[in-house]
């Protein structure tokens, strides 16, 4: 599937560059250190290539059971006006994705989900934790959700 979600014009204010580097490089250890569940989230380090830089980016990313070997994930942002880096990395690179779950590492391939299964995987989301429920709501833009199917 396609990566074609288009951003939003208004939503929250999200750190940037420098500062959500260094946010993410903290959250990154922490995932680690408390083994994947933090926040009351199942959390999983989400690996991408940089779409501009192709350097590797690691981001911690609330996750949800998907069918079979696959992990559901929203790309929030928070309510954001525009999609995480890391939703626009898989947009770019969509067979270049590793995750961190459950004590193991896998290769996955992301597929965005439109229509009545992205539907079907929002409510999941929502339901399992509402406060995804208020992200949709600052922002007026479709909030992404990605699959990521295991490879191999």
């Known amino acids: 599937?396609?990566?074609?979600?288009?951003?939003?014009?208004?939503?929250?204010?999200?750190?940037?560059?420098?500062?959500?580097?260094l946010v993410n490089r903290?959250?990154?250890?922490?995932?680690?250190?408390a083994g994947g569940r933090t926040m009351g989230m199942d959390l999983l380090i989400l690996h991408t290539v940089g779409r501009k830089t192709g350097h590797e980016h690691a981001t911690p990313v609330?996750?949800?059971p998907g069918t079979g070997a696959s992990w559901l994930v929203a790309a929030s942002a928070n309510g954001a006006a525009g999609h995480p880096a890391w939703y626009l990395n898989l947009a770019a690179h969509p067979d270049e994705v590793e995750i961190e779950v459950q004590g193991r590492t896998v290769a996955v391939t992301a597929e965005e989900l439109h229509g009545p299964e992205?539907?079907?995987?929002?409510?999941?989301?929502?339901?399992?934790?509402?406060?995804?429920?208020?992200?949709?709501?600052?922002?007026d833009r479709v909030i992404p959700v990605v699959r990521l199917v295991e490879r191999g």
């Open 118 to 139: 992205r539907e079907a995987a929002w409510a999941q989301i929502v339901q399992a934790v509402p406060r995804f429920a208020s992200y949709e709501r600052k922002t």
């Open 26 to 33: 903290m959250s990154v250890g922490r995932v680690r250190r």
């Open 1 to 21: 599937m396609s990566f074609t979600t288009p951003p939003g014009t208004h939503g929250t204010r999200q750190p940037r560059g420098p500062v959500l580097r």
């Open 62 to 64: 609330a996750w949800f």
